[in-house]
């Protein structure tokens, strides 16, 4: 059963800019790690932002350090992302992740293969 669900993404042009929203719910992941994945053709899915409900730490993946920000609000159950001055790079399919953590180190909330809660992705296409 899908309990995250990722909305916000299409066709954008480089240099556009992009802002994706994960909803949840049924509040079932208010106190875990959250964070955006992506996964381009042919690529393995890779990390592109996480936090808790702290927001703190956030962690970026290094690609996207300088052109994105995830952030989320806990009253609406709700994770965000948005990136900027995107390139063709930038296209594939984004997926919004959950995971209990008791204790955790940050390389953990980087690697998807952690994460036990997934949405169904949101596909953002960026043409140059």
């Known amino acids: 059963q899908v309990q995250l669900i990722e909305s916000g993404g299409g066709s954008v042009q480089a240099g556009d800019s992009l802002s994706l929203s994960c909803a949840d719910p049924?509040?079932?992941?208010?106190?875990?790690?959250m964070g955006w994945f992506r996964q381009a053709p042919g690529k393995e899915r890779e990390f592109v932002a996480a936090?808790?409900?702290?927001?703190?730490?956030?962690l970026y993946g290094d690609f996207v350090k300088d052109r994105a920000a995830i952030s989320r609000d806990i009253t609406k159950n709700t994770l965000y992302l948005q990136m900027h001055n995107l390139n063709a790079d930038d296209t594939g399919v984004y997926y919004c992740?959950?995971?209990?953590?008791?204790?955790?180190?940050?390389?953990?909330?980087?690697?998807?293969?952690?994460?036990?809660?997934w949405g169904r992705g949101t596909q953002v296409t960026v043409s140059s």
């Open positions: 936090t808790n409900w702290f927001a703190d730490p956030i």
């Open positions: 992740a959950a995971q209990w953590f008791d204790q955790s180190t940050q390389s953990q909330w980087m690697d998807p293969a952690e994460y036990g809660h």
């Open positions: 049924t509040r079932s992941f208010s106190t875990y790690v």
